[in-house]
Nanobody
Framework: VQLVESGGGLAQAGGSLRLSCAAS????????MAWFRQAQGKEREFVAA????????SYANSVSGRFTISRDNAKNTVYLQMNSLKPEDTAIYYC?????????????????WGQGTQVTVSS
């Protein structure tokens, strides 16, 4: 499966953005999906994940209650709705897939990955 993120950009603190990740090439509903992010000079970190059906989700503590992950299997797309943005949310955001259905935080379990989309939050 190939993954392409979109929807990044510049937002003010307290604002919102919605990221999208479009998948192609394989049956999208066979994959659990996740979002990770990497800030400049820092390691890549888990943000959120969603099960194949969309019923189960998991979130990093830092975004829980502010971000929502969802998916539309008919559109082969996973979303990340980001509300109440903070300057510390500034990073490149990546989507990733796992054929085994894993929705945890271990980045090594996910393959493939998208190319990333930049999110910048100004104070």
């Amino acid at each position: 499966v190939q993954l392409v993120e979109s929807g990044g950009g510049l937002a003010q603190a307290g604002g919102s953005l919605r990221l999208s990740c479009a998948a192609s090439g394989r049956t999208f509903s066979n994959y659990a999906m996740a979002w990770f992010r990497q800030a400049q000079g820092k390691e890549r970190e888990f943000v959120a994940a969603v099960s194949r059906s969309g019923v189960r989700t998991s979130y990093a503590n830092s975004v829980s209650g502010r971000f929502t992950i969802s998916r539309d299997n008919a559109k082969n797309t996973v979303y990340l709705q980001m509300n109440s943005l903070k300057p510390e949310d500034t990073a490149i955001y990546y989507c990733a897939a796992d054929f085994g259905g894993y929705i945890g935080s271990d980045s090594h379990r996910y393959e493939p990955w998208g190319q990333g989309t930049q999110v910048t939050v100004s104070s």
